[in-house]
């Protein structure tokens, strides 16, 4: 019996919190972001650069290897508008969304915190 009550105290030892119901909540965490696909991935290096809409550069990422950056995610990034400038060595593309269209994710459920809030950018390049 001992030993059961020590192995019940480590299983729901690993529950972090409860809300104002009672419901008891993990400690998972999470980013808010925007991830920017690219496509076609091109050959050869590209730069993605991301900023709200109308403001000055926020982030930049230098892809050296493509296969590095299929999906390219900007943590903490959440404007309401956003400029996207995908420069790569043969083109640039300036793409704006005036409307981004977010998904709230709960890691620790339904009632429990964080709330992220993500949305996923596909940016097309000529052919």
Do not use: W
């Amino acid at each position: 019996m001992a030993a059961f009550a020590v192995l019940a105290g480590s299983v729901f030892g690993e529950v972090g919190c409860g809300d104002s119901t009672g419901m008891l909540c993990t400690l998972a965490g999470c980013n808010s972001g925007v991830t920017v696909q690219v496509t076609p991935l091109p050959t050869g290096p590209f730069r993605v650069e991301v900023s709200p809409l109308g403001h000055p550069v926020s982030f930049v990422r230098d892809c050296e290897d493509p296969a590095d950056c299929a999906k390219i995610f900007f943590p903490s990034f959440i404007p309401e508008a956003v400029s996207v400038r995908v420069t790569t060595a043969s083109d640039t593309v300036f793409v704006e969304i005036v409307q981004l269209e977010y998904r709230e994710f709960r890691p620790n459920g339904p009632r429990c915190g964080p709330v992220c809030r993500n949305a996923d950018l596909d940016i097309p390049l000529p052919n």
